[in-house]
């Protein structure tokens, strides 16, 4: 069974720290994304990344980056955390086209302060 | 726009009954998928019906695809309490091949 983990399931974190939350797969997938879900506003992809050391924006990048230096490990940063990124976090895995079945996380829910 | 909308966004029905989730979309798809999230949880993939595919069943899960009317159904039958959870579909958008979530149906099964 694939099997994505995430660092933490709650997080909660003061106005202005460096926030880092990590996501690891264990199936070699090369697609693995990071999404952050709201109440009202569905799951909304942050960033995306198809292979080692790349990365794509998608809808909602402002506020943060991401880092994969390794195929299984992909970290998403909050450079300043603010109250409006307060929210689940979501990291998911896919193999081969970006549109097949992907496998996530159990989520982060992070509280900022 | 959202490509993927579900249809009701909430849904309460006994144990043992039917269960239809509806999800309409805009544009055209290569597949379709449905997820199910428990309160609190990540996204758990149930099925991925391809565009030339019309039904495809999965144990106690039927999905249906039109897309003619460019819609999808998921019928959960018998129903559980264990089945109580989020449903989202999930289109890829044609620009990119991303996937796109919906809003998800709340399906509540009472004991």
């Known amino acids: 069974d694939v099997k994505v983990t995430q660092s933490s399931r709650y997080l909660v974190k003061r106005t202005g720290e460096k926030v880092f939350l990590e996501c690891v797969q264990d199936?070699?997938?090369?697609?693995m994304f990071w999404y952050r879900q709201d109440p009202g506003l569905g799951l909304r992809l942050i960033y995306f990344s198809y292979d080692v050391k790349m990365k794509e924006k998608g809808d909602i990048p402002e506020g943060y980056s991401v880092s994969r230096e390794k195929k299984e490990r992909f970290s998403l940063i909050l450079e300043s955390a603010s109250t409006n990124q307060t929210s689940m976090y979501l990291c998911?895995?896919?193999?081969?086209?970006?549109?097949?079945?992907?496998?996530f996380g159990p989520g982060t829910r992070l509280l900022v302060l | 726009s959202q490509q993927g909308e579900e249809d009701p966004q909430a849904l309460s029905i006994q144990e043992g009954e039917n269960a239809t989730m509806n999800c309409s979309y805009k544009t055209s798809i290569n597949n379709l998928q449905w997820y199910r999230q428990n309160s609190g949880r990540g996204l758990v993939h149930l099925i991925l019906i391809r565009s030339n595919e019309r039904e495809k069943h999965s144990g106690r899960l039927r999905v249906t695809l039109d897309t003619s009317k460019k819609s999808s159904s998921l019928l959960i039958t018998a129903s559980r309490a264990a089945d109580t959870a989020s449903y989202f579909c999930?289109?890829?958008?044609?620009?990119?091949?991303?996937?796109?979530f919906g809003q998800g149906t709340t399906l509540q099964v009472k004991p």
């Open positions: 998911a895995s896919s193999s081969g086209d970006l549109s097949e079945t992907q496998y």
């Open positions: 199936m070699d997938h090369e697609n």
């Open positions: 999930a289109t890829d958008a044609i620009n990119t091949g991303k996937l796109i």
